[in-house]
């Protein structure tokens, strides 16, 4: 039976369709962070390789259709980022300058706090991509020799933190500007904080899902050059 | 027919990128030369956005489960996780507050010195 199951290409495929669709619908009736599709479906397809006693590499090739999408995915960033561009033109200092002090923000703090803690390059550069979205820092994890799981919880963590913290930290802050709101929440806490933004307004989910893709790229070059430093 | 040649146009940007991430020698992955491939197609109007947005968005609206299977690659790294909660919590949320901040802050302060300029 276990064999039958692991031989067939078909059983990681399904395996995961089915947890991601319970996902969703976890999503759709509780209305908090850490209840999205992706750490629901990673947590139960994980129970069930666990319970089967079947490894991960065994997993991951029958599953490889999925992941071959994954870049062409990361091109269709282009998209929601073009339509958005009328923003970018209408506030372009207040939109890179902003979203630019936060990526130079996370690699220095980054940088600090790795220092601090002693970690190998390794484990830092797996981090560095923390506050960008999946899809780009995935790539750059792999690119500079990161552990790609470990960048996909930072970012997890990342996005999960800066969405529960964002009401009370804007307050103290006294950020009030809605344009500002919308950057400050897709450039620290990328897609979940795009979800945060849509509810405060419209300006703030637009502004937020463009600083998405602009943070993600200002990130992979800021990180070429901080990568190396450990 | 429709989504054939949308698919067949992303793949042919993820192709290209391909080949520039192999001959250019520089730390950038493939998606990111796509990205920025499909970003100019699109302004330079080379490419109509109705050639490829439904393929595009569908993808997109199901990006988290392209994210499923590298995660449940943490099963793996059990020992790494351990090891490393402390630090990991520790600096994901200290940095996401102060990545917050700073865009914030200096987002609103371009902001206000050009509305007090206008007026």
């Keep these: ?230 | 027919m429709k989504y054939i040649k949308q698919i067949s146009i992303i793949l042919s940007i993820c192709l290209i990128a391909e080949l520039m991430e192999y001959y250019i020698p520089l730390p950038v992955a493939a998606s990111i030369y796509g990205l920025v491939l499909m970003l100019l197609a699109l302004t330079t109007k080379l490419l109509p956005l109705e050639e490829v947005q439904d393929t595009a968005d569908f993808l997109l609206n199901h990006i988290a489960l392209l994210f499923i299977p590298p995660t449940v690659g943490m099963m793996d790294g059990v020992e790494i996780m351990k090891q490393m909660a402390v630090p990991l919590l520790v600096i994901c949320m200290v940095t996401t507050l102060l990545i917050m901040g700073a865009t914030g802050l200096v987002s609103q302060a371009i902001l206000r010195k050009g509305k007090k300029e206008e007026a």
């Excluded at chain 1, 590499?57 to 995915?73: G, K, W």
């Excluded at chain 1, 339509?83 to 990526?103: D, H, T």
């Excluded at chain 1, 602009?214 to 992979?220: A, C, E, Q, R």
Aim: glycine share 8%; net charge positive; charged share 15%.
């Design chain 1, 1 to 230: 039976m276990k064999e039958l199951l692991t031989e067939s290409v078909y059983f990681g495929m399904v395996l995961t369709l089915v947890c991601y669709e319970i996902g969703l619908s976890v999503k759709r009736k509780v209305k908090f962070p850490l209840a999205n599709p992706l750490l629901v479906g990673a947590v139960l397809i994980i129970l069930v390789l666990l319970a089967l006693d079947i490894e991960y590499e065994t997993y991951q090739a029958s599953v490889r259709p999925i992941s071959f999408l994954l870049t062409p995915a990361t091109v269709c960033l282009a998209i929601p980022l073009y339509r958005q561009l009328r923003l970018l033109k209408k506030y372009p200092l207040a939109i890179i300058g902003g979203v630019l002090s936060g990526v130079l923000t996370a690699m220095v703090s980054i940088y600090l706090l790795s220092l601090a803690f002693g970690l190998t390059h390794e484990e830092y550069v797996s981090i560095l991509p923390k506050s960008i979205t999946t899809a780009i820092g995935m790539g750059v994890s792999q690119k500079m020799g990161g552990v790609v799981a470990l960048t996909v919880i930072s970012i997890s963590i990342s996005g999960i933190s800066g969405t529960i913290l964002a009401d009370i930290w804007l307050k103290l802050l006294r950020i009030r500007e809605p344009i500002a709101k919308g950057l400050a929440l897709g450039t620290a806490a990328h897609a979940l904080g795009t979800a945060k933004a849509m509810e405060l307004g419209e300006i703030e989910g637009a502004m937020s899902s463009l600083s998405i893709v602009v943070t993600g790229i200002l990130s992979v070059i800021a990180i070429s050059f901080f990568a190396p430093l450990i």
